[in-house]
């Protein structure tokens, strides 16, 4: 009989920061029982992902093992834990266990893709216990950026594993729990095989600062400005969003908030119970009424998203409200990488407003939700873990954080997306690699990574299009001359002639010089007009386009 294992495998989130889906597996290899640690997405950009809506982790590993996962975990109810339960689920049909904030979420988005709400099963905190198969899991509270975040303490017949989630040391978050080292030190007590923990700020060598110390700074600037103040933070963020509404009360100005994330997250937590004492607010309606030094704003689209309230607002006007020359703009968050390029078009276009623009340069309106170096290393001390799994980051963060945690004689390993380790020993061992990737919601079709759909989006993109169009007569002759039409590409070329004429002209000279058996294969023919336009499009334009041959054959 098999030796039983216990294995980790993460699908998303290692080696990278976002899309987070890691597997737990224990029993005789290969039918080890299995249990899933979130489900979430990424987002797309347009260099890499045009026209992509959202991107989910391939998993296509558990899938063709589903009928071995007992059950679904969810840490939190960030979008890059979350977000893809609503539409993977079908494909794995287990039951998702999380706290009420989060479980409020995910129900949402079981029922916005047509998967049912009473899968998602609300969970108590520590010690409440849930079984699942071999696994005796348990949410221990902890504070993030986002209410009722946890982490999982999974009990394994070969030992404990404490998964961190994301997570801060706050001992005064405002909304949610603090950082509770006493409980962290009672989870640790019975031993911990593996810490599988948050490497985002890794590199961040000061301790991390307390969301209640952004409040008193936010206030002061809020009651100095002029004009009419935004403010904007991610909507998730409802200690923040709560600390931008009381600074605006303490101004004397009534608040209204803009874009519908940002109602919906506040709308959870006052119906979960989490946000209790939120200051009133008032309608769009009702705030274009009030002169512009009685008003503030909080939006969405900290990050530059274009079709959120602060991009529209930079591009005129939303919902009837408009930004003025001596109005305030603050940023109340940190600027992901990837997004700098949104953001500074939107910054830019409130300085030809005439709008003063307030980031968090100088470190005061904006805190991290992630534990910084010296938070990573009092947890390692705490715990005292056989082991520290890094996850939750690029691989530059993974690899930092293991060399952190072997410095202090910790064993260690970097494992990115599809790797299998063994932790049933005293050290993790890499036993297999699984193939994984990006699965692309595009539209309302979800297309593999490296089914070719992006990749020649983007070549068209690139390159421009041109589509050639050839009839074929019943004796195989051509009839007439080849048509062509361009897509983005310049209407002339080198010859100050149109570029259209000139690729009819080059295409129906090859048409007239092939013989009778090419005319009569209509591969031949479409390989030998591609080849043509590419050939004579470069001459004329210094380009090769995408080109898409059509042959019409008349019966």
Known sequence: MSKDRLIYLPLGGAGEIGMNAYVYGYGPKGRERLILVDLGVTFPDMDT?????????????????????????????????????????????????????????????????????EEVITASAYPEVIKAGPFTVSFMPLSHSIPESSALVIDTPAGRVVHTGDFKLDETPLVGEPFDPELWAEVAKPGVKALVCDSTNVFSPHEGRSESSVGPEITELVKSAKGMVVATTFASNVARVKTLAEAGKAAGRSVCLLGRAMRRMIEAGITTGVLADFPTTISPEDARELSREDLMLIVTGSQGERRAASAQLARGKYQGLTMAEGDLFLFS???????????????????????????????????????????????????????????????????????????????????????????????????DCIETGRLYLDGSVKIGAFDGVVRDRIRMALNGHVTATVIIDEEDEPLGDPWVELMGLPETGTSNAPLVDVLEADLGQLLNRMNDKTLGDDDKIEEALRREVRRSASEEIGRKPEVTVVISRLA
Do not use: C
């Open 49 to 117: 992902t045009p026209g992509v809506d959202l991107i989910f982790p391939d998993i296509t590993w558990l899938e063709e093992n589903a009928d071995r996962l007992d059950a679904i975990f969810v840490t939190h109810a960030h979008e890059d834990h979350v977000g893809a339960v609503g539409h993977l689920w079908n494909r794995l049909k287990a039951p998702v266990y999380a706290r009420a904030f989060t479980a409020h979420h995910a129900r949402r988005k079981m029922e916005e893709h047509g998967a049912p709400e």
């Open 333 to 431: 968050s940190k600027t992901i990488p990837g997004n700098e390029r949104g953001v500074i078009r939107i910054i830019n276009a409130y300085s030809e407003m005439g709008v003063d623009v307030v980031d968090d340069s100088s470190g005061k309106y904006h805190v991290s939700g992630h534990a910084n170096r010296p938070d990573l290393l009092r947890v390692h001390e705490i715990m005292q873990p056989q082991m520290v799994i890094p996850m939750h980051g690029e691989h530059r963060h993974l690899r930092e954080h293991a060399k952190l945690a072997m410095a202090a004689g910790r064993r260690s390993v970097v494992a990115v997306n599809g790797t299998m380790l063994d932790l049933t020993g005293d050290a993790p061992d890499v036993v």
